[in-house]
């Protein structure tokens, strides 16, 4: 089977301050892939590549078609939804608002009421506040707002940074199985960047380990957790 998204050789760079060295990456189409590392390896700077947000160099494909050099907006058109660190939501919008900025792109508004309905049906707490302002939603429903906004185009893959940030176990447990429901039941790829490393190992089928801005380990999220490099550095046992 092709590859759903592919990165080969990607490289980026801040100004004159290189950040990814050649990223070699692959997800085939509905699986769960985590992207590990310690800070300032690079994990956002691979998502952001990917959506366009970095100049790059090397080969970035989306069901076999070249995406880099395509603008942010042409990358979610095509597919591809992300949900950035800090969440980005708009904090003085409601959240059914919020919702209806992430099917912009949807040209009838049917289209759009019926995409927030099916989403709802993930997260129903949501619906019970979407004429609530997000700002006075708490930490995880705002978490949950971002996922939501990002699934308003019906994504082939989801790109997450860090969705467990800030937020107490048990919300995290709550978001993490939702996510797992997505994966499972609309075939939604997903792309994880996680500090928490069990968490992403449990969700994911395959994982990858960046550090310093290369890909040093990828395999089986099972046997990546029998990895003593990992175990010790990342798992903490
Ligand atoms: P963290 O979990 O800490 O966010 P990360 O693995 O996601 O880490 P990146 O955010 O991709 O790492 O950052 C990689 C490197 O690029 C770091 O050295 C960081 O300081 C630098 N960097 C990130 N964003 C910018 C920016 N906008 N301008 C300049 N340098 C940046």
């Not at 969440?87 to 040209?107: A, D, H, P, S, W």
């Amino acid at each position: 089977m092709t590859d759903l998204l592919r990165l080969k050789g990607v490289e980026a760079s801040y100004r004159d301050h290189q950040v990814l060295f050649g990223i070699d990456l692959a997800i085939a189409p509905s699986s769960s892939v985590a992207l590990l590392g310690a800070n300032g390896a690079g994990k956002t700077t691979t998502l952001r590549a990917i959506c366009g947000m970095v100049r790059t160099r090397g080969e970035i494909t989306f069901e076999d078609e070249r995406i880099d050099g395509r603008r942010t907006d042409q990358v979610a058109r095509l597919g591809i939804g992300h949900v950035p660190d800090g969440r980005g939501t708009f904090l003085n919008m409601t959240v059914e608002e919020n919702l209806q900025l992430g099917g912009y792109l949807r040209r009838r508004s049917g289209a759009m009421a019926q995409r927030m309905e099916q989403i709802f049906t993930h997260f129903p707490r949501l619906k019970e506040r979407r004429n609530q302002q997000a700002g006075t939603l708490s930490g995880g429903e705002q978490q949950m707002l971002a996922i939501s906004r990002a699934l308003m185009l019906d994504p082939k893959l989801l790109l997450l940074d860090e969705p467990s940030f800030g937020l107490a176990p048990l919300i995290v447990k709550e978001i993490f199985s939702i996510l797992r429901a997505i994966n499972e039941t609309n075939r939604t790829a997903l792309l994880i960047v996680e500090q928490n490393a069990k968490l992403a190992l449990d969700i994911a089928e395959h994982a990858y380990l960046i550090e310093t801005g290369s890909i040093v380990m990828h395999g089986p999220s099972e046997k990546l957790k029998g990895e003593e490099s990992i175990r010790k550095a990342y798992l903490g046992y």
